[in-house]
């Protein structure tokens, strides 16, 4: 996090389909100060409901189960920290090949 962020900046949240049909294609979450990708996921699933089926794990696990997260090129695990002035991509995983 650099000096020119405030600590109270919001996350920005680019949502990918279908996720963008009920998040809207972008959004700004609040953020006091840094917390975890697990945290931040929970927040949003108790204010949107319609997240809850993308975003569950288990204790054992280091990823959400249905939607990857992304800062940059990174994949976020569940423990990665997330601080203000974050920009994510958020889109629902998807099995085969």
């Known amino acids: 996090m650099t000096d020119s962020v ?28 840094e917390t975890t990708l697990a945290s931040f996921l929970i927040a949003l699933r108790e204010r949107e409901p319609k997240l ?21 090129s990174e994949i976020l695990k569940l423990r990665d920290a997330l601080y203000p ?7 629902v995983m998807v099995e085969g090949g």
Do not use: C, I, N
């Not at 680019?14 to 972008?26: I, K, Q, S, T, V």
């Not at 002035?85 to 889109?91: A, E, P, T």
């Open 6 to 33: 405030s600590k109270s900046a919001p996350v920005r949240v680019a949502w990918h389909a279908p996720l963008d049909r009920f998040m809207g294609a972008e959004s700004a979450e609040a953020l006091d100060g």
């Open 52 to 72: 809850a089926p993308f975003t569950k794990w288990e204790d054992k696990d280091t990823k959400p189960w249905g939607v990857l997260v992304l800062r940059g």
């Open 85 to 91: 002035g974050d920009s994510l991509d958020m889109m």
